[in-house]
């Protein structure tokens, strides 16, 4: 009982799949806010089910950021994924390089052996260029490809960790401190009711095309994540949550 309560997390994964109704909830031990390899066994986890759910010839988006990072990063070659596309879901959020969508895209392809397709957007778009980029026949062929995903793979984070890494505004941040802003993913904020309070100007797969999507699958964890997490599922519709001990804990216990 000691070694399953180690190892299989059953009964968390089962009590926070009901608490946050989804399919299928995977917790690995620990807090990746404090050890770093706690992200490797989320990664890891991410990285084994991606091998399970291949499919010939599909599309998988996914979003940026350290967590879904760590996914590509445990990814290794799989006959099953030879003819898979890897697209990044949304154009620049902000993030350094290898944090960004459309690089790790390029290193799930090259890990797993897959194809990938790269998204060239800016990240801080006024109105006019914005509307004016919609229309090029690049980025509307891009779109069509992200439509078309059967499986998406994102990151959450918090609110306010999010926006500073952003760069954010002072204003930005005092808003979104203002609107009870708890979580962040896809580039929207949202409240601990899972209510959109701010959105980014990125192009990208919106929350309207994810109900087309197959598998949804949110890789977070940490217990300074715990409100994101438990808020993310109005907002993302996630079917697969890969979380750790820590996050599990603290959303069951004291949220
Ligand atoms: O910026 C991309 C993104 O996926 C965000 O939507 C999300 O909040 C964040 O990265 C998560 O990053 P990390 O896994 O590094 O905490």
Do not use: C
């Not at 090259?110 to 998204?119: A, F, I, P």
């Not at 438990?230 to 603290?250: F, M, Q, S």
């Amino acid at each position: 009982p000691l070694i399953k309560e180690l190892f299989g997390f059953t009964d968390l994964e089962k009590q926070l799949a009901r608490m946050l109704n989804l399919q299928k909830v995977i917790v690995v031990p620990g807090d990746s806010d404090r050890s770093d390899w706690v992200k490797k066994e989320m990664g890891k986890a991410g990285a084994r089910l991606l091998k399970q759910l291949a499919h010939p010839r599909q599309v998988v988006a996914v979003a940026g950021g350290t967590t879904v990072a760590s996914v590509a990063q445990m990814m290794t070659a799989t006959a099953g994924l030879r003819e898979t596309t890897f697209v990044p879901a949304r154009g620049g959020l902000g993030e350094t390089v290898e944090l960004e969508a459309n690089y790790i895209a390029s290193l799930m392809a090259q890990k797993s052996g897959g194809k990938y397709r790269l998204m060239h957007v800016p990240d801080q778009l006024s109105d006019e260029a914005y509307h004016t980029l919609i229309r090029e026949p690049h980025i509307q062929e891009m779109l069509e490809i992200l439509r078309s995903a059967r499986i998406v793979v994102h990151g959450v984070g918090d609110a306010q960790t999010m926006a500073k890494r952003r760069k954010s505004s002072p204003d930005l941040l005092e808003k979104l401190k203002e609107k009870g802003a708890v979580g962040e993913a896809f580039g929207y904020y949202f409240n601990a009711e899972g209510e959109i309070v701010h959105r980014g100007h990125s192009i990208g797969l919106s929350l309207e095309d994810l109900q087309s999507v197959e598998t949804i699958i949110a890789v977070a964890g940490g217990s300074s994540k715990a409100k994101a997490v438990a808020a993310v599922g109005p907002v993302a519709r996630p079917d697969i949550l890969i979380t750790d001990e820590a996050a599990a804990r603290t959303i069951l216990l004291d949220l």
